[in-house]
Protein backbone atom coordinates (compact mmCIF):
# COMPACT_ATOMS: atom_id res chain seq x y z
CA UNK A 1 0.00 0.00 0.00
CA UNK A 2 2.31 2.70 0.63
CA UNK A 3 5.11 1.47 -2.30
CA UNK A 4 3.55 4.42 -4.57
CA UNK A 5 3.99 6.57 -1.82
CA UNK A 6 8.12 5.40 -0.97
CA UNK A 7 8.45 5.44 -4.81
CA UNK A 8 7.38 9.25 -5.09
CA UNK A 9 9.78 10.28 -1.92
CA UNK A 10 12.57 8.03 -3.33
CA UNK A 11 12.24 10.34 -6.48
CA UNK A 12 12.08 13.56 -4.95
CA UNK A 13 8.82 14.28 -4.53
CA UNK A 14 6.21 15.42 -1.69
CA UNK A 15 4.09 12.82 -0.04
CA UNK A 16 1.56 13.75 3.05
CA UNK A 17 1.54 11.49 5.44
CA UNK A 18 -0.62 10.80 9.47
CA UNK A 19 1.90 10.90 12.62
CA UNK A 20 0.60 10.77 15.74
CA UNK A 21 0.14 14.26 16.14
CA UNK A 22 -1.20 15.68 12.52
CA UNK A 23 -0.56 15.25 8.96
CA UNK A 24 3.23 15.82 7.72
CA UNK A 25 4.34 16.99 4.42
CA UNK A 26 7.04 14.81 4.03
CA UNK A 27 10.28 14.95 1.65
CA UNK A 28 13.68 13.31 1.26
CA UNK A 29 16.02 14.78 4.19
CA UNK A 30 19.44 14.03 1.95
CA UNK A 31 17.48 15.92 -1.09
CA UNK A 32 17.34 19.76 -1.48
CA UNK A 33 15.45 20.02 -4.74
CA UNK A 34 12.75 17.74 -2.96
CA UNK A 35 12.88 19.77 0.32
CA UNK A 36 12.15 23.22 -1.09
CA UNK A 37 9.25 22.17 -2.76
CA UNK A 38 7.92 21.59 0.63
CA UNK A 39 8.29 25.77 1.11
CA UNK A 40 6.63 26.28 -1.92
CA UNK A 41 3.96 24.19 -1.56
CA UNK A 42 3.52 25.45 1.93
CA UNK A 43 4.11 28.75 1.01
CA UNK A 44 6.36 28.83 4.59
CA UNK A 45 9.37 31.64 4.81
CA UNK A 46 12.63 30.36 4.35
CA UNK A 47 13.89 31.08 7.57
CA UNK A 48 11.61 28.96 9.24
CA UNK A 49 13.37 25.13 10.11
CA UNK A 50 12.05 21.79 9.60
CA UNK A 51 11.74 18.99 11.15
CA UNK A 52 13.86 15.59 10.40
CA UNK A 53 11.34 12.51 10.73
CA UNK A 54 13.36 9.21 11.84
CA UNK A 55 12.71 5.59 12.49
CA UNK A 56 15.46 4.62 14.22
CA UNK A 57 17.58 5.85 17.17
CA UNK A 58 20.73 4.92 14.81
CA UNK A 59 19.24 7.80 12.75
CA UNK A 60 20.26 10.34 14.95
CA UNK A 61 23.96 10.12 14.57
CA UNK A 62 23.13 11.17 10.80
CA UNK A 63 22.02 14.44 11.86
CA UNK A 64 23.70 15.29 15.64
CA UNK A 65 27.07 16.36 15.93
CA UNK A 66 26.28 15.48 19.78
CA UNK A 67 23.84 12.85 21.89
CA UNK A 68 24.48 13.50 25.39
CA UNK A 69 22.79 11.27 28.45
CA UNK A 70 20.01 13.77 28.58
CA UNK A 71 19.36 13.32 25.00
CA UNK A 72 19.48 9.36 25.03
CA UNK A 73 17.66 9.62 28.17
CA UNK A 74 14.60 11.74 26.47
CA UNK A 75 14.84 9.39 23.18
CA UNK A 76 14.53 6.25 25.23
CA UNK A 77 11.69 7.68 27.47
CA UNK A 78 9.31 9.24 24.79
CA UNK A 79 10.34 8.03 21.42
CA UNK A 80 8.73 6.98 19.43
CA UNK A 81 6.25 9.94 20.41
CA UNK A 82 5.11 13.20 20.46
CA UNK A 83 8.66 15.23 21.68
CA UNK A 84 11.01 16.93 19.10
CA UNK A 85 14.50 17.02 19.86
CA UNK A 86 16.75 20.25 19.09
CA UNK A 87 20.46 18.76 19.06
CA UNK A 88 23.62 21.08 17.48
CA UNK A 89 23.81 19.94 13.50
CA UNK A 90 26.63 17.67 11.42
CA UNK A 91 28.07 20.38 9.08
CA UNK A 92 26.38 18.01 6.44
CA UNK A 93 22.98 18.61 7.58
CA UNK A 94 21.49 20.52 4.63
CA UNK A 95 20.95 24.35 5.30
CA UNK A 96 17.65 24.22 3.60
CA UNK A 97 16.47 22.01 6.72
CA UNK A 98 18.00 24.43 9.18
CA UNK A 99 17.69 27.50 7.82
CA UNK A 100 21.10 28.05 8.48
CA UNK A 101 20.67 27.51 11.93
CA UNK A 102 23.61 25.30 13.53
CA UNK A 103 20.74 22.94 15.60
CA UNK A 104 18.54 20.29 14.11
CA UNK A 105 15.21 19.54 15.60
CA UNK A 106 14.49 15.39 15.38
CA UNK A 107 11.51 13.41 16.34
CA UNK A 108 10.31 9.60 15.83
CA UNK A 109 6.74 9.57 15.39
CA UNK A 110 4.78 7.08 16.79
CA UNK A 111 2.20 6.10 14.14
CA UNK A 112 2.95 2.94 11.95
CA UNK A 113 2.62 4.10 8.98
CA UNK A 114 4.90 7.11 9.31
CA UNK A 115 7.34 4.36 10.79
CA UNK A 116 7.27 2.15 7.73
CA UNK A 117 7.32 5.41 5.31
CA UNK A 118 10.15 6.56 6.94
CA UNK A 119 12.11 2.88 7.17
CA UNK A 120 11.70 2.46 3.95
CA UNK A 121 12.24 5.50 2.28
CA UNK A 122 14.73 6.95 4.33
CA UNK A 123 14.64 10.18 6.70
CA UNK A 124 12.03 12.93 5.64
CA UNK A 125 11.79 16.25 6.77
CA UNK A 126 7.83 16.93 7.96
CA UNK A 127 5.83 20.16 8.45
CA UNK A 128 2.71 20.01 9.43
CA UNK A 129 0.93 19.58 6.06
CA UNK A 130 -0.85 22.87 5.55
CA UNK A 131 -0.78 25.93 3.76
CA UNK A 132 1.27 28.26 6.21
CA UNK A 133 -1.69 30.27 7.77
CA UNK A 134 -4.23 27.28 7.95
CA UNK A 135 -4.52 25.02 11.01
CA UNK A 136 -2.61 21.83 10.68
CA UNK A 137 -4.11 19.16 9.14
CA UNK A 138 -5.74 16.39 11.36
CA UNK A 139 -7.49 14.54 8.58
CA UNK A 140 -6.41 14.11 4.92
CA UNK A 141 -9.03 15.95 3.96
CA UNK A 142 -7.73 18.67 5.60
CA UNK A 143 -4.61 18.25 3.33
CA UNK A 144 -6.76 17.92 0.19
CA UNK A 145 -8.10 21.09 1.31
CA UNK A 146 -5.22 22.77 1.44
CA UNK A 147 -3.15 20.95 -1.94
CA UNK A 148 -5.94 19.86 -4.09
CA UNK A 149 -7.87 16.53 -4.34
CA UNK A 150 -5.14 15.00 -6.17
CA UNK A 151 -2.46 15.63 -3.95
CA UNK A 152 -0.56 12.50 -2.34
CA UNK A 153 -1.42 11.84 0.86
CA UNK A 154 -1.06 8.69 2.97
CA UNK A 155 -4.78 8.18 4.23
CA UNK A 156 -5.15 6.72 7.93
CA UNK A 157 -7.83 8.95 9.25
CA UNK A 158 -7.83 11.03 11.82
CA UNK A 159 -4.27 11.49 14.09
CA UNK A 160 -4.55 10.71 17.67
CA UNK A 161 -3.99 13.92 19.06
CA UNK A 162 -4.56 16.65 17.14
CA UNK A 163 -1.62 19.17 18.49
CA UNK A 164 1.81 19.36 17.31
CA UNK A 165 4.49 17.65 19.21
CA UNK A 166 6.59 19.21 22.03
CA UNK A 167 9.72 20.93 20.48
CA UNK A 168 12.31 20.90 23.02
CA UNK A 169 15.65 22.71 22.97
CA UNK A 170 18.34 20.64 23.88
CA UNK A 171 21.43 22.30 23.23
CA UNK A 172 21.64 24.51 26.08
CA UNK A 173 20.57 24.81 29.57
CA UNK A 174 18.31 25.13 31.33
CA UNK A 175 16.92 23.13 28.19
CA UNK A 176 13.64 25.59 26.62
CA UNK A 177 10.35 24.27 25.43
CA UNK A 178 9.79 26.15 22.46
CA UNK A 179 6.43 24.69 21.49
CA UNK A 180 4.30 22.85 24.24
CA UNK A 181 2.59 19.28 22.97
CA UNK A 182 1.59 16.38 24.66
CA UNK A 183 5.20 15.92 26.27
CA UNK A 184 5.40 18.19 28.92
CA UNK A 185 8.11 20.04 30.95
CA UNK A 186 7.49 18.41 34.05
CA UNK A 187 7.29 14.96 31.99
CA UNK A 188 10.93 16.05 30.75
CA UNK A 189 11.66 17.25 33.98
CA UNK A 190 11.51 13.68 35.44
CA UNK A 191 13.32 11.66 33.56
CA UNK A 192 16.79 13.86 33.77
CA UNK A 193 16.51 15.38 36.73
CA UNK A 194 16.64 18.80 35.48
CA UNK A 195 14.44 22.27 35.40
CA UNK A 196 12.92 23.02 32.46
CA UNK A 197 11.56 25.94 31.20
CA UNK A 198 9.15 27.24 28.66
CA UNK A 199 9.38 30.38 25.91
CA UNK A 200 7.04 32.95 27.18
CA UNK A 201 3.65 32.75 24.47
CA UNK A 202 4.77 35.99 23.17
CA UNK A 203 7.97 35.36 21.47
CA UNK A 204 7.08 37.73 18.52
CA UNK A 205 10.22 39.32 17.87
CA UNK A 206 13.23 38.54 15.30
CA UNK A 207 15.08 37.05 18.20
CA UNK A 208 12.80 34.59 19.06
CA UNK A 209 14.87 31.20 18.84
CA UNK A 210 12.50 28.99 17.61
CA UNK A 211 11.59 30.73 14.29
CA UNK A 212 8.09 29.25 13.99
CA UNK A 213 6.96 30.88 16.84
CA UNK A 214 7.53 34.26 15.34
CA UNK A 215 4.88 33.74 12.92
CA UNK A 216 1.03 34.99 13.18
CA UNK A 217 -0.62 31.63 13.57
CA UNK A 218 -3.76 30.09 11.93
CA UNK A 219 -6.91 31.90 13.07
CA UNK A 220 -10.37 31.37 11.41
CA UNK A 221 -11.82 34.09 9.24
CA UNK A 222 -14.50 33.55 12.43
CA UNK A 223 -13.14 35.47 15.90
CA UNK A 224 -11.90 33.05 18.23
CA UNK A 225 -12.27 34.51 21.86
CA UNK A 226 -12.19 33.22 25.68
CA UNK A 227 -16.02 33.07 27.23
CA UNK A 228 -15.71 35.79 29.91
CA UNK A 229 -17.00 35.41 33.45
CA UNK A 230 -20.30 34.22 33.35
CA UNK A 231 -21.35 35.34 29.63
CA UNK A 232 -22.48 32.15 28.01
CA UNK A 233 -25.60 34.22 26.58
CA UNK A 234 -26.11 31.91 23.15
CA UNK A 235 -25.41 33.67 20.10
CA UNK A 236 -26.73 32.51 16.53
CA UNK A 237 -23.54 32.66 14.28
CA UNK A 238 -20.65 31.29 16.52
CA UNK A 239 -19.23 28.05 17.62
CA UNK A 240 -18.99 27.25 21.26
CA UNK A 241 -16.09 24.83 22.89
CA UNK A 242 -16.83 24.09 26.64
CA UNK A 243 -15.39 21.53 28.80
CA UNK A 244 -16.73 22.26 32.59
CA UNK A 245 -19.41 24.98 32.68
CA UNK A 246 -22.93 23.70 31.69
CA UNK A 247 -24.16 24.19 28.09
CA UNK A 248 -26.02 27.38 27.58
CA UNK A 249 -28.37 25.65 24.99
CA UNK A 250 -27.95 22.15 23.46
CA UNK A 251 -27.23 23.15 20.02
CA UNK A 252 -24.79 21.49 17.12
CA UNK A 253 -22.93 24.91 17.86
CA UNK A 254 -22.17 23.85 21.40
CA UNK A 255 -19.66 21.42 21.68
CA UNK A 256 -19.30 19.92 25.05
CA UNK A 257 -16.25 17.92 26.30
CA UNK A 258 -17.09 17.28 29.59
CA UNK A 259 -13.09 17.41 30.62
CA UNK A 260 -12.58 15.09 27.92
CA UNK A 261 -9.18 17.45 26.95
CA UNK A 262 -7.73 14.78 24.89
CA UNK A 263 -11.05 14.93 22.60
CA UNK A 264 -10.95 18.68 22.51
CA UNK A 265 -7.26 18.66 21.41
CA UNK A 266 -7.75 15.82 19.24
CA UNK A 267 -11.14 17.98 17.14
CA UNK A 268 -10.12 21.62 17.58
CA UNK A 269 -8.48 22.20 14.08
CA UNK A 270 -11.33 20.47 12.89
CA UNK A 271 -13.64 22.91 14.28
CA UNK A 272 -11.53 25.69 13.61
CA UNK A 273 -11.86 24.62 9.61
CA UNK A 274 -15.42 23.60 10.16
CA UNK A 275 -16.38 26.95 11.42
CA UNK A 276 -14.93 28.71 8.68
CA UNK A 277 -16.55 26.43 5.59
CA UNK A 278 -20.21 27.73 7.86
CA UNK A 279 -18.94 31.23 7.92
CA UNK A 280 -19.46 31.60 11.68
CA UNK A 281 -18.58 34.96 12.91
CA UNK A 282 -17.16 33.69 16.70
CA UNK A 283 -15.56 30.44 18.02
CA UNK A 284 -16.50 31.15 22.06
CA UNK A 285 -14.05 29.22 24.10
CA UNK A 286 -14.29 28.39 27.51
CA UNK A 287 -11.34 29.28 29.59
CA UNK A 288 -8.91 27.27 31.44
CA UNK A 289 -8.69 26.84 35.16
CA UNK A 290 -5.19 26.44 37.11
CA UNK A 291 -5.82 23.07 37.98
CA UNK A 292 -6.67 22.03 34.48
CA UNK A 293 -3.66 23.88 33.35
CA UNK A 294 -2.05 21.40 35.28
CA UNK A 295 -2.11 18.93 32.58
CA UNK A 296 0.10 19.13 29.18
CA UNK A 297 -2.40 18.56 26.66
CA UNK A 298 -4.15 21.63 28.14
CA UNK A 299 -1.12 23.84 28.07
CA UNK A 300 -0.10 22.71 24.70
CA UNK A 301 -4.80 24.04 24.37
CA UNK A 302 -4.14 27.09 25.86
CA UNK A 303 -0.95 27.75 23.93
CA UNK A 304 -2.52 27.00 20.24
CA UNK A 305 -5.98 28.73 21.37
CA UNK A 306 -4.36 32.07 22.44
CA UNK A 307 -2.21 32.17 19.22
CA UNK A 308 -5.06 31.83 17.07
CA UNK A 309 -6.55 34.78 19.55
CA UNK A 310 -3.82 36.44 18.09
O1 LIG B 1 3.96 17.20 15.46
C1 LIG B 1 4.77 17.76 14.72
O2 LIG B 1 5.85 18.23 15.13
C2 LIG B 1 4.40 17.86 13.21
C3 LIG B 1 4.37 16.45 12.64
C4 LIG B 1 4.15 16.46 11.15
O3 LIG B 1 5.54 15.76 13.00
N1 LIG B 1 5.33 18.72 12.54
C5 LIG B 1 5.33 20.07 12.70
O4 LIG B 1 6.28 20.75 11.93
O5 LIG B 1 4.57 20.65 13.46
P1 LIG B 1 6.25 22.34 11.73
O6 LIG B 1 7.28 22.59 10.69
O7 LIG B 1 4.86 22.77 11.41
O8 LIG B 1 6.74 22.92 13.10
C6 LIG B 1 8.09 22.76 13.48
C7 LIG B 1 8.47 23.77 14.53
C8 LIG B 1 8.52 25.17 13.97
O9 LIG B 1 7.99 26.05 14.95
C9 LIG B 1 10.02 25.41 13.75
O10 LIG B 1 10.37 26.77 13.83
C10 LIG B 1 10.62 24.60 14.88
O11 LIG B 1 9.80 23.45 14.99
N2 LIG B 1 12.00 24.20 14.58
C11 LIG B 1 12.43 23.33 13.63
N3 LIG B 1 13.78 23.24 13.63
C12 LIG B 1 14.22 24.05 14.61
C13 LIG B 1 15.51 24.40 15.10
N4 LIG B 1 16.64 23.89 14.58
N5 LIG B 1 15.59 25.29 16.11
C14 LIG B 1 14.46 25.81 16.65
N6 LIG B 1 13.22 25.52 16.24
C15 LIG B 1 13.09 24.66 15.22
MG1 LIG C 1 3.13 23.85 11.24
Known amino acids: ?7 LLKSGEVVAFPTETVYGLGADAKNPDAIKKVFEIKGRPSDNPLIVHI ?21 DAFWPGPLTLIFKKKPEVLDIITAGLDTVALRWPKHPLSQQLIALAGPVVAPSANSSGKPSPTKAEHVKEDFGDDFPVVDAGETEIGLESTVLDI ?12 VSADDISSIIDKE ?13 KSPGTKYSHYSPEAKVQWISGGDATFVEEALYLLH ?22 HELYDRFRHADHQHLE ?13 KPIVQALQNRISKAIG
Not at 1 to 7: E, K, T
Not at 196 to 208: P, Y
Not at 282 to 294: A, G, H, K, N, R
Open 55 to 75: ADKKQVEDFASEITDDAQKLM
Open 282 to 294: YVFIEPFSDEQLQ
Open 244 to 265: SRPAPRKNSRVIHYDGNFNKMA
Open 196 to 208: VIQESNSSTDETA
Open 1 to 7: MLDQYIN
Open 171 to 182: TSEPYTIYRPGA
